[in-house]
Structures are given as structure tokens and as C-alpha cells.
């Protein structure tokens, strides 16, 4: 794994714990009960945290990419193994 792919799974992997991590401990503005911000639907959250959830994902996508690059970067899985087309004879280039 190179420099920019190692940069590219990052991103995907920090994006994807952003939006999981939007959806936890939530309070909508019609939970907090002290009225809606006009022009916002109910669901709105009434703080969304952001720097906060910012920093937790990009510690908890550091730590889940550190586990796929060393995966990756150790041959304990390689492509070989997840390949199912070549595996049974569907792919192009079929053994």
C-alpha cells in the first residue's frame, strides 16, 4: 500500500465513522423541548457537537485504519482470498 492509498483509505474510513458517529447521543430540538430554530424541522439536533465528534472520529478512524493497513500491509488476508470471481471460475481471467 502506497502513501496516497494509505491517504485515500483514511478518508473513507474517517467519512464513514463521521456519519455513523452523527447519529449517536443525539438530542433533536423537539427533545430538548425549548423550541424549534425557524426554518429547521423538528429532527434538527439541538447541538450537534461538532468539533467534538470531529475529533473522537478521527481518533477511532485512526485506530480502525492502523488495523486495516497492518491487515493489509501484512498479507494475513490478500486479494486472493476475497477474489470469489476468479475463486470459481466467473472472472475474465478464470483458472
Known sequence: ????????????????TLLISLQVRV????????????GTHGSAPADPQMRTRVIW???????????VAFIILSGVITLDDIDLFTRFGLGSNAR
Open 1 to 16: 500500500m502506497g502513501i496516497v492509498s494509505g491517504i485515500v483509505l483514511y478518508a473513507i474510513i474517517w467519512f464513514m
Open 27 to 38: 438530542t433533536t430540538q423537539d427533545d430538548a423541548g425549548e423550541g424549534r430554530v425557524a
Open 57 to 67: 472520529t478521527s481518533i477511532i478512524a485512526a485506530g480502525i485504519w492502523a488495523v
